[in-house]
C-alpha cells in the first residue's frame, strides 16, 4: 500500500535540517576563510548526516526510490571521506580520503544509472568532461608520482558520476560538475607546484558542499526515479 505523504508532518523536519545545513555550511566555510581549524573540522564531522537527513525527511511519506537510497549510501561514504583521513598522516591519509570519497563516486554513479539515457555519455558534450580530466591529469601527473594510478582511478570514476549526473537534471549536472571542481581542486593542491590559491580549503569546501546539495536535493526531488522521456 503506498503511504501519503504529509506535509504538515515532513516540512517542519526537512525546513530544520536544510536551515541546519545551511548554517552549518557557512560557518565551515568561515572557519576556512580565518584558520579556525578546529571549528572547520568539527562542523566539517556534521555536514553530510545533516545533508542526509534533509534528503531522508524530503522523502518521508512516499516509497524512497533505488537512486534517493543509493544518494544516503554515498553520502555515508562522503562523511567518512570527511573525517578519517583527519586521523592519518602522509600517503596513508590521502590514500583513505581517496579510497572513501572513490566508494562514494562508484555509489553516485550507480544512482545516477538510470537516467544515462538523457545524459551526455553519448553525446559531444561528453568531450567536454574528457578534456578537462585530460588537463586534470597533465596537470598533476609530473608531481603524483607513485600515486599517479590511484590518481587516475579515481579522477575516470569521479569523471563519470559528474557526466552520469547530467540525466537527472541540470541542476543535478551543476552539481556532479561542482563536485569534479572540488576533487580537481585537492588534486592541484596535492600535486601542482604552481597551484597557490588564497584560503584553498575555502574553495574545495564551497565546491563540495554545493555540489552534494545540488545532487542531493535534485534526486530527492526526482524521487530517485526518471521520469518518462
Not at 97 to 116: D, E, H, I, K
Amino acid at each position: 500500500m503506498t503511504r501519503v505523504r504529509d506535509p504538515l508532518s515532513v516540512a517542519p523536519s526537512l525546513l530544520a535540517a536544510g536551515l541546519l545545513f545551511g548554517v552549518l555550511s557557512i560557518g565551515h566555510l568561515v572557519a576556512q576563510l580565518v584558520g579556525a581549524d578546529g571549528v572547520a573540522r568539527t562542523t566539517q564531522w556534521s555536514l553530510m548526516p545533516v545533508l542526509a537527513a534533509a534528503v531522508w525527511f524530503a522523502t518521508t511519506g512516499a516509497p524512497r526510490g533505488r537512486s534517493v537510497r543509493l544518494v544516503l549510501v554515498a553520502l555515508f561514504f562522503s562523511w567518512l571521506g570527511d573525517g578519517v583521513p583527519g586521523l592519518l598522516t602522509g600517503d596513508a591519509r590521502f590514500l583513505v580520503m581517496v579510497g572513501l570519497f572513490l566508494c562514494a563516486q562508484v555509489v553516485y554513479s550507480v544512482a545516477f544509472w538510470p537516467w544515462r539515457h538523457r545524459s551526455v555519455l553519448r553525446g559531444p558534450a561528453l568531450a567536454a568532461y574528457l578534456l578537462a580530466f585530460g588537463a586534470l591529469l597533465v596537470a598533476c601527473a609530473p608531481g603524483a608520482g607513485g600515486l599517479l594510478v590511484p590518481v587516475v582511478v579515481y579522477g575516470l570514476c569521479l569523471t563519470l558520476m559528474a557526466v552520469l549526473a547530467t540525466g537527472v537534471n541540470r541542476l543535478a549536472a551543476v552539481g556532479g560538475a561542482l563536485f569534479l571542481v572540488s576533487d580537481g581542486l585537492i588534486a592541484l593542491d596535492a600535486f601542482a607546484r604552481w597551484y597557490d590559491p588564497w584560503a584553498p580549503g575555502f574553495w574545495v569546501m564551497l565546491t563540495y558542499l554545493a555540489g552534494q546539495a545540488l545532487i542531493a536535493a535534485e534526486v530527492s526531488r526526482a524521487g530517485g526515479k526518471p521520469s518518462p522521456v
